[in-house]
């Protein structure tokens, strides 16, 4: 059952549905209360912040609770027996039912006492504190110390739970401390009762250190002789004295502090060696970190020259490739001015041989002319002229001249066959014609 929570109060109500039914039934209006002991002791308050408002929230509900008893005027009240403010409010309660029709029928006021115990080490203090609650209000129920019964008045009711609380602790403390107080069980009026109590108090802590000293001496003889006892069975069970043991322990001390000695020695070396070897690794690793800085410039130069390379040869490949395909295209061109050339060389060759057909037409015509001319003047019995016998033999001239040069001057082929000779022939004309 958890601490300090609402859950630890169990409250229940019997409805009255009317007036009629409430003159019969004595039960009407009833209300059964059960407060657990463990919800009116703020025993963490202060030092558990949760346990502070779970306990915080169980009184609002207890409260709560004791409000809505202190307005019902009809059943007794089993009331938990303590010195809190819930048990203030409830004993109100209780005293306002002495009025009550009912109080001659019913009997006495039924009592059941819930016990909450833990099986578990970490909570003997709480159930130390229920078992103790228990005790008290068994003791009050049982023997008879006051009347626990609803005639009881509220001032005498107090001072008997007073009384039989204040005897429960100082039974716990006699029991636990071994505690008496001077005052337990006594008759007269004591005066100065702080300065008593302080006293005793004083008293049970010397006699609490005196005794724990006692015990302490005590330990330590009897650990002495124990002591004794075991080293002198060691002694008989080794065959070696004290003295030799302790003897033998120096010379090891001696050999430990030497072979320490030694150790430290070494450890100096090693680390001086360490160093050594560090500071050779710390210039070695400072040279690379230099060759590596060193090394950057000529890495980012070369990565520039190869992307430049790079470049260049994707431009070279660009290239090749305009090449092969200019290649073609030249080729195909080629192909077509091919064409085309035969076309024209055709061409001409039908101009040429056009040429030289009008030329020869033109040359078998200028004879045939002059020969008509001569059969004239022989019709006529005329003589041709000095002047017509010069022209007649200059024509045969030229066109003589004409037959043996015109297959040289209008070849057939586009391209002479030797450039040299056609310079020849073109001069050979120009001469020919110049006279």
């Keep these: 059952m958890p601490l300090y929570l609402p859950d630890t109060v169990v409250l229940q109500l019997y409805r009255d549905d009317g007036e009629a039914e409430f003159a019969g039934y004595m039960d009407a209006n009833s209300l059964t209360f059960v407060a657990l002991g463990d919800a009116e002791r703020p025993a963490l308050c202060g030092i558990d912040a949760t346990a502070q408002l779970h306990h915080e929230g169980a009184q609002r509900a207890l409260v709560s609770a004791a409000g809505i008893v ?36 019913t009997g006495s006021t039924e009592k059941v006492l819930l016990a909450h115990a833990f099986s578990d080490a970490v909570w003997a203090e709480e159930s130390f504190h229920c078992l103790s609650t228990t005790c008290r209000v068994g003791n009050v129920v049982s023997t008879g110390i006051g009347s626990a ?10 001072l008997d739970q007073d009384i039989m609380e204040l005897r429960g602790e100082l039974m716990i403390a006699r029991t636990v401390y071994d505690y008496r107080h001077c005052g337990y069980e006594s008759n007269r009026p004591i005066s100065g009762i702080k300065e008593e109590e302080m006293k005793r108090v004083n008293a049970i802590e010397s006699n609490r250190e005196e005794a724990r000293k006692w015990q302490l001496s005590v330990f330590c003889e009897r650990a002495k002789h124990e002591a004794e006892k075991m080293i002198k069975k060691l002694e008989q069970r080794g065959g070696a004295t004290l003295d030799e043991l302790e003897r033998t322990l120096e010379a090891k001390k001696r050999e ?31 040279a690379s ?21 790079e470049t260049r040869e994707q431009q070279l490949e660009m290239v090749q490739l305009d090449g092969a395909r200019g290649r073609e295209a030249i080729m195909r061109e080629r192909h077509s001015i091919e064409v085309v050339r035969r076309t024209v060389r055709e061409e001409r060759r039908r101009q040429r041989r056009q040429w030289i057909h009008q030329i020869k037409e033109m040359n078998a015509k200028f004879p045939e002319q002059a020969r008509l001319l001569a059969e004239e003047r022989k019709k ?6 000095a002047k017509e016998d010069v022209a007649e033999r200059a024509l045969a001239a030229d066109i003589k001249m004409i037959e043996e040069y015109l297959p040289k001057l209008i070849s057939l082929e586009d391209i002479p066959v030797n450039p040299e000779e056609t310079d020849i022939i073109r001069r050979q004309f120009d001469e020919v014609f110049t006279q």
């Excluded at 019964?149 to 107090?158: Q, S, Y």
């Excluded at 050594?276 to 070695?284: A, W």
């Excluded at 006529?380 to 002229?385: G, I, L, M, Y």
């Design 70 to 105: 202190s307005g019902i005027r009809r059943r007794r009240l089993c009331i938990a027996l303590g010195m809190s403010e819930l048990s203030h409010l409830l004993r109100r309660a209780y005293n306002t039912e002495k009025g009550n029709r009912s109080n001659s029928i």
């Design 149 to 158: 019964t609803r005639d009881l008045a509220v001032d005498k009711w107090r």
């Design 256 to 286: 430990s502090s030497a072979l320490q000695a030694d150790r430290e020695s070494r450890i100096w070396e090693y680390e001086h060696t360490l160093e050594k070897i560090r500071t050779r690794k710390q210039d070695k690793e400072s």
């Design 289 to 309: 970190e230099r060759l590596r800085q060193a090394m950057q410039q000529p890495e980012q130069e070369l990565s520039l020259r190869q992307s430049a390379i």
């Design 380 to 385: 006529k019995c005329e003589q041709a002229t």
